[in-house]
């Protein structure tokens, strides 16, 4: 059976009092926006924005904790790896303004390690972080907040043809749906006396003796895909157009939030253009070094 995430109808949630559909257009026009700036100046609107949605979606912090914990650690290291590296900012600036230089007292090969702390790649990494979060509030919200129930009749909302939409649908529910397969696994597993917890060796070794549970749950889930194709083909899925149970209706809202988005993403395409918005640097720093 297909699970979904853990959605439910939440009271006075900002995101939920929106049409999906209108919802999912906003998203596509405040990532492409938000995609568009490298300035932190310009980031901010944005990070202040994804903060908003995220303290008024009525998602609570222990539904959404391990998916949080996960990606700030990866916006973190990320952002620390291309301060200690610099690379990916050398992209959006050509002169770098040294801070501080720390050198091994070693060497390898007759290279000497260094780390040049810049004023370009401190801000850099703050513009990287700000930014990727901003995308990241808003993209670990959509799971909790939208009914699994009309993702098919979101995306055929959106002018997608049924396959995909159905497609799309099945994909959504795919992750919660392994999990599940996964935890029960490990859960017989552990009943029948096999201890996860002592798995010793090496990493090909603890991959070998990870095959009673990764093995059920790869074949459990092709044979349910299976079980989805036969229905689907049973009930002449493709032939010709569908028919949904629900329908979603505009409200004045929705359109609101729709043109509120396309002015964000015409705006930000335009100052983009114009040369707005690329890496910046406060000029006193410079100065000082």
Not at 28 to 51: I, K
Not at 193 to 207: A, D, M, N, S, T
Not at 246 to 272: C, E, N, P
Request: aromatic share 18%.
């Amino acid at each position: 059976m297909l699970v979904a995430w853990r959605y439910r109808k939440r009271k006075n949630s900002f995101i939920q009092s929106f049409d999906p559909r209108a919802w999912i257009i906003f998203f596509v026009c405040f990532l492409v926006s938000t995609l568009s700036f490298w300035d932190v100046r310009f980031l901010l609107p944005f990070f202040l924005m994804a903060m908003f949605v995220l303290f008024t979606s009525g998602v609570k912090w222990h539904e959404v904790r391990r998916a949080f914990l996960f990606i700030i650690g990866f916006i973190f290291f990320y952002a620390i790896l291309t301060f200690l590296t610099g690379r990916g900012g050398t992209e959006q600036y050509a002169e770098e303004h040294l801070i501080r230089e720390f050198k091994a007292p070693f060497s390898l090969f007759g290279w000497f390690p260094a780390l040049q702390v810049t004023v370009e790649r401190i801000f850099f990494a703050v513009s990287q972080l700000v930014r990727v979060s901003s995308i990241a509030m808003m993209t670990i919200l959509i799971p909790y907040s939208l009914n699994p129930a009309l993702y098919g009749i979101t995306f055929k909302g959106l002018g997608l043809s049924d396959k995909f939409s159905y497609a799309m649908d099945l994909t959504m529910r795919f992750i919660p749906t392994f999990g599940r397969d996964f935890q029960l696994t490990m859960d017989a597993q552990r009943a029948r006396g096999y201890e996860l917890e002592k798995i010793r060796g090496g990493l090909i070794e603890q991959v070998r003796r990870l095959g009673p549970v990764v093995v059920p749950v790869v074949i459990h889930a092709i044979m349910g895909s299976e079980d989805i194709i036969d229905a689907m083909d049973l009930r002449a899925f493709g032939v010709g157009p569908r028919t949904w149970l629900d329908v979603l209706t505009y409200q004045f809202r929705d359109r609101l939030l729709i043109a509120f988005g396309v002015l964000m993403l015409v705006t930000s395409i335009v100052l983009a253009i114009m040369g707005y918005g690329k890496f910046w640097v406060p000029e006193f720093l410079i100065a000082m070094f």
